[in-house]
C-alpha cells in the first residue's frame, strides 16, 4: 500500500515533463489560440520568460520523482500550478488541467508536512 503514496507524485512528474518538453520538442499539438490568450502568450514568448518556466517545470518535474526532494519540488511546481489555474480562469474562462495540478499539488504537500513544519 505504501506504493499509493507515489501517484500524485508519479502523475504529478508525467503532466510536468510532458508539458515542458513539449515547449521545446514538438511533442503535443499546440491548441489554437485567440484574443487575450494569444496576447499573452505572444508577449511570454518573446521575452524568453516562458522558457525560464519550462526549464523550472522540467526541473521539478524531475525532482519530484525523487522522494527525498518532493518537497522542493512542490515549493517550484505550486506557483506554476496556480499560474495555470489563474490563466484558465481569467485568459480562457473556464478552469481545466489546473484544478487537478493544485489538489495533486495539495496531496503531496500534505504527504510531505513533516518537511513544511519548521515553515509554521
Known sequence: MKFLTHIPAT???????????????PLLPVPAMTGNSLTFFNLLGTTGYMAVVKIL????GVLIILPTKRALA????????VNI???????IGTPGIGILLIALIGLVVYQEKHKFMALV
Open 74 to 81: 512542490t515549493v517550484i511546481l505550486a506557483p506554476i500550478s
Open 57 to 60: 517545470e522540467i526541473l521539478g
Open 85 to 91: 489555474f489563474l490563466f484558465e480562469i481569467f485568459m
Open 11 to 25: 502523475i504529478l512528474a508525467f503532466l510536468f515533463l510532458l508539458g515542458g518538453l513539449s515547449f521545446f520538442l
